[in-house]
């Protein structure tokens, strides 16, 4: 059964995808405890979160300061509340540096969540809502992709998504009681439509839509669209790009499917809107938006990228429920209002 005093623990909750998933779960009321290092956030975001759920609801809320790596941290948590499931967003997420230090990704993907596995099984939490992503699909030989298909990484990171994945199936074979849903996320975009939450990546961004509103803000000179030679109607490459907070409804559909069915099994579901979109038309979707020119650069592909992929929703629609509600038109007009609005991020300064 689903109660609204669920305890629901949420790693990596103060990053770009928790900050707006935990806004999400508190107002449906669940009880939220984030676990957190700070490694790509700050204490900002989770002032921001409470700032817009209110006083009553930020109850809910308990923030730790914890390293997923640490299994003491881990430990202090689960030994001192009983959590109904975890949302697990943990995790690093930047492809190249994965290539440059795989270790690092090794250390901090592979070893934290072997570490939750661990602890969540000794306190017999056996809920689990597992970040994994489209990078799994690899260069796709058909699109839309489709749940089933042959999983393939091209780089650590990836390798990091698809060992988790293998992973959380052999756990969940040997030991059937749990229950493990994995959500492979397309390309999320677009920030909570106050405005006061949103993405904000340390260094230069190496994902598009970041890196488009830096520029519009005046951060950066121009946009370098990589590929301008793909086979597609406009040159450049095709993504499906998804509203951040229909990715955080998505969540809640997950967890709601976790509590009601027992046989769940370990199964991955695509959140994405299962439309394309090439970078051309996300600029000009972009510049309607904001009203900026962003200037472009054309230049060569970038290694490893893939032509399009999209995404199959039908499995999430007719599982879970869910299914996107934001175009991009919706995506670029939030991403701008949290761009004029906070244009250096939480900082609020260069
Ligand atoms: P993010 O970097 O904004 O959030 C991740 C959070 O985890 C950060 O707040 C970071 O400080 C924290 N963290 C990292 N390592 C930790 C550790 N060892 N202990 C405690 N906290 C730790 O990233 P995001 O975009 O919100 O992504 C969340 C998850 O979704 C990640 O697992 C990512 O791989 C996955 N994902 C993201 C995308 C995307 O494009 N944003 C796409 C597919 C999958
Ligand atoms: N792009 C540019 N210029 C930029 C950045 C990106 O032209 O400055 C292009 C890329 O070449 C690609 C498209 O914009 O064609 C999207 O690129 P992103 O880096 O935003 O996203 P990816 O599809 O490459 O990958 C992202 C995450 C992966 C994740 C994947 C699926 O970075 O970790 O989405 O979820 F696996």
Redesign the pocket.
Known sequence: MVSSSQKILV?????????HTVVQLLKGGFHVSI???????VME?VHRVRELVGPQLSQNLDFTL?????KD?LEKLFSKTKFDAVI??????AVGESVANPRRYFD??LV?TINLYEVMAKYNCKKMVF?????VYGQPEKIPCVEDFKLQAMNP?GR??LFLEEIARDIQIAEPEWRIILL??????GAHESGKLG???RGIPN?LMPYIQQVAVGRLPELNVYGHDYPTRDGSAIRDYIHVMDLADGHIAALRKLFTTENIGCTAYNLGTGRGTSVLEMVDAFEKASGKKIPLKLCPRRPGDATEVYASTEKAEKELGWTAKYGVEEMCRDQWNWAKNNPWGYSGKP
């Open positions: 790693t990596g909750g103060a990053g770009f995808i928790g900050t676990i957190d290092n700070f490694d790509n956030s975001a914890g390293d997923l790596r640490n941290d697990h967003f943990a995790g690093l997420k901090n993907n934290g970040s994994s992503s489209a990078t990171y990091t998504k492979r996320y397309f390309n999320p975009v993405e904000d990546p994902n």
